[in-house]
């Protein structure tokens, strides 16, 4: 039963293009979501996050987009950079001190020069 | 501020030995968890702790696998009588505490458990 999804295993994009990232959510209670980056034999790293009460939350070239209608999720960074490639995580949580996340399979972002 | 520390960083057992991984919090968190990553999967709830307490281990397997986060000094994940299947690599989180709001869980480097 996976609730955190991300479809799509690997994305290539060319430098200073767009990159966008997608993740899907089945259970409704989630109301807190956050995107990871991580790097081999590293943890994840924490990029942006964004509450159930917006849609929309930026930070420098990273943009997570939330539509709570088609539980559905994106991150968007432009311009890509190569230095961006890594694998990318979503991860969903509920809005109380303390809870688990629970993450999606990851997306393979690779960013060519 | 010294981030997320987990110890060791890389973990060789053989079959039926036991496995301890540390994990100590960034300074001024008290929540703990532990996530395992399976190669080419995502990571997986294991167990979330404050100090001397299992607050949720709903993703613990219920044999061999043991969590604690004393008073002092750092959480621990113990696996006894490892098997192949434990191969994996075992992340630590942790967040500072807020009855207001979530918290973003920051993350050690991994512990990579190897079991031949």
């Known amino acids: 039963d996976q609730q955190v999804k991300q479809n799509s295993p690997s994305l290539s994009v060319q430098e200073g293009r767009i990159s966008i990232l997608n993740c899907d959510y089945t259970?409704?209670?989630?109301?807190?979501f956050l995107w990871y980056k991580k790097y081999p034999a590293e943890g994840p790293t924490f990029l942006i996050s964004?509450?159930?009460?917006?849609d929309k939350n930026e930070d420098g070239r990273f943009t997570v987009f939330l539509n709570k209608s088609a539980k559905h999720l994106s991150l968007h960074i432009v311009p890509s950079q190569p230095g961006d490639s890594a694998v990318y995580f979503c991860?969903?949580?509920?809005?109380?001190?303390?809870?688990?996340?629970?993450f999606g399979g990851g997306t393979r972002l690779m960013v060519k020069p | 501020n010294a981030g997320v520390m987990q110890n060791p960083r890389h973990l060789v057992r053989r079959r039926g030995q036991e496995a301890r991984l540390r994990c100590s919090p960034m300074?001024?968190?008290?929540?703990v968890y532990w996530y395992r990553q399976l190669p080419e999967e995502g990571l997986k709830f294991m167990v979330y702790?404050?100090?001397?307490?299992?607050?949720?281990e709903s993703g613990m397997p219920k044999e061999r696998f043991s969590a604690e986060f004393p008073k002092e000094g750092p959480s621990i994940l113990r696996i006894q009588q490892v098997v192949r299947g434990d191969s994996a690599a075992y992340f630590c989180?942790?967040?500072?505490?807020?009855?207001?709001?979530?918290?973003?869980?920051?993350f050690g480097p991994g512990t990579r458990l190897t079991v031949l």
């Open positions: 964004i509450s159930s009460i917006k």
């Open positions: 991860a969903a949580g509920v809005n109380n001190a303390g809870n688990m996340l629970t």
């Open positions: 989180a942790s967040s500072p505490y807020s009855v207001w709001s979530a918290d973003t869980q920051y």
């Open positions: 259970n409704s209670m989630f109301d807190y």
């Open positions: 300074k001024g968190h008290s929540h």
């Open positions: 702790l404050q100090k001397e307490n299992i607050i949720d």
